[in-house]
């Protein structure tokens, strides 16, 4: 905005520029999840409907589990008892609605009595929308989970390059990677777009996708379970020929990745491509483009990436490090 050339508001007033400006720079601050709790908790206290008398409505939990913490406890469940419960999504408690009330009162009757009210709620939907990929129908938020274990697997390779500490240790076990999808979707997107879908009844779609994509990796989760089960069983008894994970067949279904390998795989979801259509990623190994990931030259190390394809479907995202 210092640059005359690209700043769009140079015509705008002082007040209107200075406006502006704030409110950019607190919506961009408010993407941080150091304050998504606090987000959650003014929507709630600040801004949430009043009750009605055939539409009684309770505000979700004020207090949610952090993101590293769902990773590790996600760790621990997969490499222990592969048959504990699945914790309950946000609506399946008894004493909240995820719906809001037939007639809530339109925002800008609830946000107009001050300028911080205002800003905030640009801060809030701002939010909701960069934590918006699980609201999007199932094929859509499925690549934004598969895009999600990439970046992890990315940042494993980069760490490992740099003889870093490996953050995502686990890039081979679907297991970790539903859970960890299903812990973000349900205890950090749900309660943010429950409490905002109260003034913005427009976007009941999004809680409808939403809780279809939850349910979807519930479902997931406890095949996955079984299947270790079945594996621990085998080992148990010494059999010789442990169980083997099927293939799979449908749209949604884990694909382990295979951490020691080359070229590597890392865990995605299958995706349906749509028929008579050009795949989405790269079909091929032998069309790679090298991308350099290390800062230091010395390292003279090349990351690169493909998928493999298979009858209309595409799945196992690739990478080599070489």
Known sequence: LQDPRVNIFASFPTSDFRYVRKAIVRAILGTDMA??????DALVSRFQPLPTATTPV???????????????????????????????AIWESPDVVPFPPSSPPPPWRVFENSEDDRLFLVKAIVHAADLSAQVFPKHIALKWSNMIAKEFAYQALMESAEGLPVTHQHVDDPLLMVESQHFFAARLVAPLWVALVQFFPQLHHCMTNLHANIAHYEVEIRRLQAFGTACQKAHADSNDKAPVLPAPTNE???VPGINKNTPAKFNSFRIRAASNTTPLLTPSPTS???LSISPR?????????????????????????E
């Open 252 to 254: 949604g279904q884990a």
């Open 58 to 88: 309770k505000s979700p939990p004020l207090h949610h589990p952090t993101l590293a913490s769902s990773v590790s406890s996600s760790a621990s469940t997969s490499s222990g008892d592969s048959t504990g419960s699945l914790p309950p």
């Open 35 to 40: 304050v998504h709790n606090d987000t959650i």
């Open 288 to 290: 790679l483009s090298p």
């Open 297 to 321: 030259k010395s390292h003279h190390q090349l990351l690169h990436i493909s998928t493999t394809s298979e009858d209309d479907y595409t799945a196992n995202n690739v990478i080599t490090l």
